[in-house]
């Protein structure tokens, strides 16, 4: 894996899948964090967005928390009820401290979580791991230990636990490119379409198909069983297995929030019998 002193860069026979961006040039007001883009498959489509017009603040994948005890670790307005989104001194910043270890199939990194007004309140250890599982796909493994180190208790929340409905968005969120609107979404118990939106499965799959080329992608989140999932297909490719859609999680003072994700980055439109035998495979 190469590192620039910006963003690492990884590569698989051959082909670049990803760059890490850990040390980007992001207005205040988009919330700063690190973020992978592009993110390509192994046939070197790319398969994320960056800065979209509609909000500037999607990145490819990224890590964020949209409602943390009245800060805002997402970017652009936050949500006020009855008010709708509203333009607050409340960006707060995740930043990069440092790798503990660094290598040619992952890496880990240290960051810290300050609110816009500087205080520091989280320290993150983020372990990132990369594999080939065949000639068609690759899996990115994401693990992340969020450390309160504020004095109070932290409450991580949406926009729906702050009273907009179905828009639970906090956590993991992956933003597809413009051409994979309308794409085909699955989920476990034969589920598919835009109506999972708010549902619980331990995986998620997105399908789409790009512009100039005569090919289409699959992702394939997989999360911890039970996972409340933020999808959208249109007006915009979305996915996020949220942390908190429709209830806030608390997290005491010195206390650790574990999640782990695993995304399977694939060439073609895969069927759920393609997705099954995947998951049955997955380490």
Request: glycine share 8%; with cysteine; hydrophobic share 35%.
């Amino acid at each position: 894996m190469k590192d620039t002193g910006t963003e690492l860069i990884a590569e698989l026979s051959g082909v670049e899948v990803f760059r890490y961006v850990y040390r980007p040039d992001t207005p205040v007001s988009e919330s700063p964090k690190p973020y992978f883009h592009p993110i390509r498959t192994l046939a070197s489509d790319v398969v994320t967005a960056y800065r979209p017009h509609d909000h500037r603040w999607h990145k490819g994948i990224q890590m964020t928390v949209s409602h943390l005890s009245g800060e805002n670790f997402w970017g652009g307005g936050s949500y006020v009820h009855p008010d709708g989104y509203v333009d607050l001194p409340n960006n707060g910043t995740m930043r990069h401290t440092g790798f503990s270890a660094l290598g040619p199939d992952g890496f880990t990194e240290t960051l810290a979580w300050h609110t816009q007004a500087g205080e520091h309140w989280v320290d993150e250890r983020r372990e990132i791991a990369v594999r080939q599982l065949d000639a068609s796909a690759w899996l990115m493994s994401f693990h992340t230990d969020i450390r309160n180190v504020h004095t109070g208790a932290l409450r991580f929340g949406s926009p729906t636990t702050h009273g907009r409905p179905m828009a639970g968005y906090s956590g993991l969120f992956w933003r597809g490119p413009r051409a994979f609107t309308d794409g085909e979404v699955l989920a476990d118990a034969d589920r598919s379409g835009p109506r999972l939106m708010g549902e619980q499965s331990a995986w998620l799959a997105y399908a789409g198909r790009h512009d100039e080329v005569d090919r289409c992608s699959t992702l394939l989140f997989v999360a911890a069983p039970g996972t409340t999932w933020f999808v959208r297909t249109t007006p915009f490719p979305a996915v996020n297995p949220s942390l908190a859609f429709f209830e806030e999680v608390t997290l005491a003072p010195d206390e650790t929030l574990s999640l782990a994700y695993r995304i399977v980055v694939a060439d073609g439109a895969w069927d759920r019998e393609r997705i099954e035998s995947c998951l049955a495979e997955l380490p």
